[in-house]
């Protein structure tokens, strides 16, 4: 029998300080998340050199936290992994540089790891992701449609051409003066309203690709408009009639890429799979096509370690491994990412 | 002096930072202002066409800072909003002598951390497509770069 291996894996791209250990890509044997939401919710935003100094702060009570919840010894551990993009310069450096100095003092390859490739592999933890399988992840930072051929190979059919899903919930919430996060609050106000507002569908080309600034900036026109005109803005109905067509311009994609591939696999992933309306919108889409759908639970959806650990085992099991000259990046390319991780 | 543009649409104001970059020099720091929707990433797609970036620009709102080096000089874009009054110590001012050309969205955010020499340009909407840009150069390099584009 192979033996196990346990990865230490440690996120601080951005809002979270977090740090678990993985046994072989799935079994998550200590999580520990420190959030910073509340501080960052006083800012409108999160605000990188608190985000940084807090995670300075807190990053060694996450690692004894995850020792102590952990039934092992640190010398058990058979690598450490770190997210080193994309994300906040100052934030992702303080994980890389406590990965560093634990794969230096304990001995242990060190394995860079990218942030979205991260939120995939959050759906090895409770089922083993079937070959192939179409992949959307959606977050703060990220819509990419991807479809992963085998551990080791993956395309990317799209990804946003302006804002980013999340960002884009969190720029209108903004204009209907919710607090941050919008996505949430987006939610919550759509769910006491109706779909009333008639919306442009963002993108109507027949490619892979999103656009949600065209979207933003009709919003924002309504809403300036509407108040030069005096008229009431129902707040409910609106953040409704943004929900329903942001997240069904994204089925909309995801439905034609699941016919033109014919790929009876889908994974949902990234911080908006949270969106319950776009869970629901998606297992209905699967249902249609007999597609099995997963989802992460919600814990693994919003920013952790343990998807760290997960997206490590391949690279562990490949000797990926980095050197100490490893450095943060705010932005990476990802079919970079993918193309030298093959 | 100030310089006014009338951009009619999205094509407008991505050819007038293409017009833009074609004055470019190392360590040249552009500054966008307006509200929401104006066009300010719209404008820094354009001028990363022109610098010959390969990769898609997309917003840098969420990650603060966005960094490409494919083109004729390295751009660096960035989205300032989040930063309100907690700006000290953060390194943007680093940027501003890389040898690139920055790009800052929502400068007004930091005005104190801002370069004395640089180009601003204020985005005003007017109607669902027509935005007003009003250009202010700070500084006689960027008086230059007005006189030869508008």
């Known amino acids: 029998m192979n033996k196990d291996i346990r990865i230490l894996a440690i996120e601080t791209s951005c809002d979270e300080t977090s740090m678990a250990i993985v046994k072989n890509g799935k079994v998550v044997e200590s999580l520990t998340i420190a959030t910073q939401i509340k501080t960052h919710a006083n800012f409108g935003g999160v605000v990188p050199e608190i985000a940084s100094r807090m995670h300075t702060e807190s990053i060694t009570l996450v690692l004894e936290e995850t020792l102590k919840k952990f039934s092992g010894k640190i010398e058990d551990i058979d690598a450490i992994a770190v997210t080193y993009a994309p994300g906040l310069l100052g934030s992702l450096l ?122 933003k900036s009709y919003v924002i026109n309504l809403v300036h408009n509407e108040k030069q005109r005096n008229n009431e803005i129902r707040i409910s109905d609106l953040a409704n009639s943004f929900q329903t067509t942001a997240v069904d311009e994204v089925i909309r994609k995801v439905e034609l890429a699941l016919k033109k591939t014919g790929i009876k696999n889908m994974i949902l992933a990234g911080g908006v799979s949270a969106n319950k309306y776009l869970r629901e919108e998606m297992q209905k889409l699967c249902e249609k096509y007999g597609v099995t759908f997963h989802v992460p639970n919600i814990l693994y959806c919003t920013d952790n370690a343990a998807m760290i650990g997960c997206a490590a085992y391949p690279l562990y099991r490949a000797k990926k491994f980095a050197d100490f000259t490893l450095n943060a990046k705010s932005s990476e390319n990802i079919k970079k990412y993918i193309e030298e991780n093959k | 002096m100030d310089y006014k543009f009338t951009s009619k649409d999205e094509m407008d104001t991505l050819e007038l930072a293409q017009n833009i970059e074609s004055e470019k020099f190392p360590n040249m720091v552009i500054c966008l202002n307006g509200e929401l929707g104006t066009g300010k990433t719209v404008f820094a797609k354009g001028f990363a066409q022109a610098l010959g970036i390969e990769e898609t620009i997309t917003s840098p709102t969420f990650n603060i800072v966005k960094e490409y080096d494919t083109g ?55 109607d669902e497509n027509t935005r007003i840009l009003i250009f202010k150069p700070h500084g006689k390099i960027y008086e230059d770069v007005c006189d030869s584009v508008l």
């Open chain 1, 94 to 215: 303080v994980g890389i540089e406590c990965a560093k100095t634990l794969s230096l003092v304990y001995n242990k390859p060190l394995i860079a790891v990218n942030h979205t490739m991260g939120h995939i592999y959050a759906n090895n933890i409770e089922h083993d992701i079937v070959y192939p399988t179409l992949s959307l992840v959606v977050s703060g930072g990220h819509t990419d449609l991807l479809i992963l051929k085998s551990e080791q190979d993956m395309e990317i059919l799209g990804s946003t051409i302006d804002d980013s899903i999340g960002e884009v919930f969190d720029k209108v919430a903004r204009v209907l003066g919710m607090p941050y996060p919008g996505g949430p609050n987006i939610e919550r106000e759509a769910l006491k309203g109706k779909d009333t507002y008639q919306l442009p569908i963002p993108m109507k080309e027949e490619n892979f690709n999103f656009s949600f600034s065209g979207l």
């Open chain 2, 72 to 126: 004729e000089l390295p751009l660096y874009h960035m989205d300032v909003y989040r930063l309100e009054e907690n700006k000290d110590n953060i390194g943007i001012k680093d940027y501003f002598t890389k040898g690139g050309v920055t790009i800052i969205e929502w400068a007004d955010m930091i005005e104190d951390e801002l370069p004395e020499e640089r180009l601003d340009i204020n985005f005003r909407f007017v």
